[in-house]
């Protein structure tokens, strides 16, 4: 759990495809008003923050 500049808890998620090996995985965490994704290898570097519309407009385009 990793908490936001306002102090919101958020919580991580790795996709189930994700293994233990390493890799090249991503994580995110859900809030209302925004979709946060990083590195899950570099878990306190930076973090990309997007609007919900635009990760779903995302994830239905990679889903295809």
Known sequence: MTRTARGTSLMW???SYS???GGNCVEVAAHPAAVHIRDS???DGPVLTVRP???TAF???AVR
């Open 13 to 15: 998620f790795k996709s």
């Open 19 to 21: 293994s233990d090996q």
């Open 41 to 43: 290898k570099t878990v």
């Open 53 to 55: 519309a635009a990760w």
């Open 59 to 61: 994830v239905s385009t």
